[in-house]
């Protein structure tokens, strides 16, 4: 794939006027290795889309929906249709081990979805696992080709409001919403020193959720594989990490700092009451029944 090119506003394009004195004071926009903190509030869509559309980009789409999680596929695309990347070319990738109970959905122009089959499994940790390894082998092999930036997400959630081109850059990561007014003691990170996935006590930014990672397809290759690798070696030690593979997730954001990090606006979760800060939800997490929903 070409690489992308310098961002250049569109001429005569009207917008407001940014300001170097007043913006959001409420919330911190960007981290000590400055990279931008994603708030509502903070960018301009119509300029930010009006920067990257002109360079005809394609965004690959990662999703796992094993066993009884196809159910979740519908509203999913549904609603990413209405709000993710509205106007991109999107390439769609559902990896799920019952294609015929993939929905079918009507997409937008340039908007494409490939079904990939992948065996189930009983063990939803096992899945856990599975899916850094899937997501390597299916970049090396297709993705690669086929798209610039990448998102794998989670399937049990839906897009509720605009997730648009403010939140491509290299390496992305989310912040977790449970856990961004805790100090980094009380994060879930992997305590156990003999696990690859360990932090210890007095390090950590900020507790990032597994339910997305993003940016550079090349980028988000390296992490599949660094965090696949490092699951199988625990495994080797018959070690499971606290969060599965986002333990691991985790503690690579730590050491490969993300050049984006999005706000808890990015990944919600439905059973959590909105906090003053969160202006909009745009993606968040459904309540589920996990002994139904993961059982065969
Ligand atoms: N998943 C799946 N089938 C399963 C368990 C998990 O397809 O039986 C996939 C699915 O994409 C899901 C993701 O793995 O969104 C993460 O699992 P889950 O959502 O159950 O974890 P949670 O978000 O509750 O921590
Ligand atoms: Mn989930």
């Known amino acids: 794939r070409s690489r992308i090119r310098n961002m250049v506003s569109p001429e005569k394009l009207l917008y407001k006027q940014p300001s170097v004195l007043v913006g959001r004071t409420d919330v911190v926009s960007v981290t000590p290795w400055l990279a931008p903190i994603i708030w509502e509030g903070t960018f301009d869509p119509v300029l930010v889309d009006n920067i990257y559309k002109p360079m005809n980009l394609t965004i690959a789409t990662t999703v796992f929906a094993i066993g009884k999680y196809v159910r979740f596929l519908q509203d999913f695309l549904d609603t990413a ?5 509205v106007g991109f070319n999107m390439r769609y990738y559902v990896f799920t081990d019952r294609p015929h109970d993939v929905p079918s959905v009507n997409l937008s122009q340039g908007r494409h979805l490939s079904v990939i089959q992948v065996p189930g499994s009983n063990r939803w940790q096992e ?35 605009h997730w648009g081109s403010e939140s491509l850059g290299r390496l992305v990561a989310v912040i977790h919403p449970g856990y961004y007014e805790q100090t980094r003691d009380r994060f879930p990170y992997e ?20 339910a997305m990672i993003g940016g550079f397809v090349e980028d988000v290759y390296t992490l599949a594989k660094v965090c696949r690798t490092q699951f199988e070696e ?11 593979e986002e333990s691991h997730l985790n503690r690579y954001l730590l050491y490969n700092k993300p050049s984006k990090v999005l706000s ?8 959590k009451a909105k906090t003053k800060e969160v202006k909009v939800i745009r993606f968040s997490g459904v309540i589920k029944n996990y002994a139904e929903v993961r059982s065969n």
């Open 81 to 85: 249709e209405k709000h993710f990347m």
């Open 127 to 161: 899945i856990s696992a599975q899916r850094m390894e899937i997501i390597q082998t299916t970049i090396e092999r297709q993705i690669r080709g086929e798209a610039d930036y990448i998102f794998c997400l989670d399937v049990d959630s839906k897009f509720h409001a």
């Open 191 to 210: 305590r156990r020193p003999a696990s690859t996935a360990y932090i210890p006590m007095d390090e950590g930014d900020y507790y990032y959720g597994g």
């Open 234 to 244: 625990d495994a080797g030690n018959s070690i499971e990490a606290a969060w599965q």
């Open 264 to 271: 808890p606006e990015y990944l919600w979760q439905d059973f």
